[in-house]
């Protein structure tokens, strides 16, 4: 995704920028000087897995309150479950009384159909997510911050929760030119990125 950005997407405009995956895991990919930043273990971007609330929900990592576990994929559709069969969506609870499991692309409908219970859960995401980029903007100081995924289907609500958290959070000196867009590309910039990265291995470009 952050090679399809770099090609097709925020790359074009900037040397320095991030890119995040918001899916069924949270990862952020860090572009510096043009150069994807992978860590020594090709396994850095892994912010999914910063605690945010120890408190929070189990995640898959077998730690508890995960960003993972109130952002990702996975947790927004459970929370949504949990809305529909308590009634407090009513959204949610058709989906269910249709005997079908929800998906993102509910919770993206209901989001767009201003459901107040999915507004909610995608601003929560945006707030979460928002608060751990802080972080991520204070180190990198990067001049954009593009979020992709499944998940940044929410679009406009949970855009202007990061917006703000970040806003909020990092320092205002890294905060004035900063960028924080949805990726026009969308999961287009996977593909995109695979084949720049299929055409550089065969051809050594
Ligand atoms: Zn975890």
């Given at each position: ?138 180190f990198a100081n990067p001049a954009q911050v593009v979020l992709g995924g ?56």
């Amino acid at each position: 995704m952050a090679r399809g950005e770099g090609h097709s997407g925020a790359g074009r405009d900037h040397r320095d920028y991030l890119v995040v995956r918001l899916g069924s895991g949270i990862t952020a990919t860090t572009v510096s000087g043009g150069q994807v930043v992978e860590g020594a273990a090709a396994a850095g971007g892994e912010i999914g897995h910063v605690r945010v609330d120890e408190f929070g929900p189990a995640c898959t990592c077998g730690n508890s309150g995960c960003l993972d576990s109130f952002a990702a994929l996975p947790a927004l559709v459970e929370q949504a479950r949990a809305a529909g069969e308590s009634g407090r969506s009513a959204d949610f609870a058709r989906v269910l009384a249709e005997g079908r499991s929800l998906e993102i692309g509910d919770v993206v409908a209901a989001v767009a159909a201003g459901d107040r219970v999915a507004v909610q859960v995608a601003r929560d995401a945006g707030r979460r997510v928002g608060e751990v980029l802080a972080t991520l903007v204070a180190f990198a100081n990067p001049a954009q911050v593009v979020l992709g995924g499944p998940v940044a289907a929410l679009g406009d609500n949970l855009l202007a929760e990061v917006r703000a958290a970040v806003l909020r959070k990092a320092p205002t000196a890294l905060t004035h030119d900063l960028r924080i867009d949805l990726s026009g590309l969308g999961e287009r910039a996977v593909l995109i990125g695979a084949a720049h990265a299929a055409t550089e291995r065969s051809f050594g470009a």
